[in-house]
């Protein structure tokens, strides 16, 4: 399979280091340090158990047109960052090329093919401008949840902390002859791929942690178990979690585990820095729309109360502003002192 992987960071890297090394034909599109060091050394995958593993066979560019024409092109960016090359990924297709998604949150295309009333609805809050579903039609996309954890520890060095689950699905819940040769793919180079016949339901099991916890812990600057055990956050976490539960079930979403034992769950990952956090932390734009706006859109079309979401959303995104503006300081200081 010709496979283009866009974006070379901890989830990129470790699906197109495994894939490599499964025998797969990977282009890496990517920019900077991690173009330089991929196409000089390849791409090296550090397991768990600090075994290390480098992928030779690989090409890196950060040139869409000079990759040509995939079988599977996969988006291993944040959700805010997909715009930004939407004009370029087209540039990757051929007639049957098929685009797997691994955005966490609730993705552009969550209204195609989804039945009743709201059916073809934009999600304006990851796609403000319907760019990225004008140039990566849904037609094409098989959807995808990301359960591994790994780290970009050096350009072109990934290190596995754990997780292997990528399940994948048709937007319609079919299972066609193209979900299994991406499953069947992925399968092959050590994940666990299963094909759901409702890959939505498995978004909103994930979603449902990262939209309280993510926000939360980037308020709050504390991990997972600092935010389960002190009660007020962990109240506040379970209010939002019911806010969230009663949108999906209006668009037809029934969650196969309880809130208390996704709360546990959280808890049990321990001393662990949310993404959001490591963003603030790094002075990074945190991803605040796909995982906490988009659920307070959702609210909106579907006509559900969410006041609990809507503040920390509100908060979140005050804080994402003032680090824009604070780096705008910067910078301009920056300019002006050189």
């Keep these: 399979m010709k496979i283009a992987i866009i974006g070379a960071g901890a989830i990129g890297g470790l699906v197109g280091a495994k894939l490599a090394l499964a025998g797969e034909d990977v282009t890496f599109i990517v920019r900077g340090a991690n173009l330089d060091a991929i196409g000089k050394n390849g791409i090296k995958l550090i397991s768990a158990e600090g075994e290390e593993q480098v992928a030779r066979n690989v090409k890196a560019t950060d040139r869409y047109d000079e990759a040509g024409p995939q079988d599977i092109v996969v988006l291993a960016m944040k959700a805010h960052q997909v715009e930004a090359v939407a004009n370029d990924v087209p540039k990757l297709f051929g007639p049957e ?31 403000p401008s319907g760019l990225v579903a004008t140039k990566i039609p849904a037609q094409r996309v098989i959807g995808c949840v990301v359960y591994p954890a790994s780290e970009l520890i050096a350009p072109g060095v990934v290190k596995h902390i754990e997780g292997d689950r990528f399940p994948v699905g048709e937007l319609d819940g079919s299972t066609s002859e193209r979900v299994n040769r991406v499953s069947a793919c992925f399968t092959g180079a050590g994940f666990k791929a299963p094909v759901l016949d409702n890959i939505r339901s498995e978004i909103w099991l994930k979603l449902w942690g990262n939209l309280t916890f993510n926000p939360i812990s980037s308020l709050s600057h504390s991990t997972l178990v600092d935010i389960c055990q002190y009660p007020p956050s962990r109240e506040l976490a379970a209010a939002m979690m019911r806010e969230a539960q009663a949108v999906a079930h209006k668009l037809g979403i029934e969650f196969r585990v309880t809130l208390e034992k996704r709360i546990a769950g959280a808890e049990k990952v321990g001393k662990h820095k949310t993404s959001m956090l490591q963003d603030v932390e790094a002075g990074r734009a945190p991803e605040i729309d796909a995982l906490v706006g988009a659920v307070v859109e959702l609210a909106r079309l579907t006509e559900t109360p969410t006041p609990h979401i809507d503040t920390v959303y509100s908060l979140v995104k005050l804080l994402a502003r003032t680090m824009e503006d604070q780096r705008g300081r910067v910078k301009l200081h920056e300019m002006t002192t050189a």
């Design 97 to 127: 090329t098929v685009v797997v998604t691994m955005q966490n949150g609730i993705p552009y295309w969550y209204f195609h093919q989804h039945g009743g009333a709201l059916a073809g609805t934009p999600v304006r809050s990851v796609d």
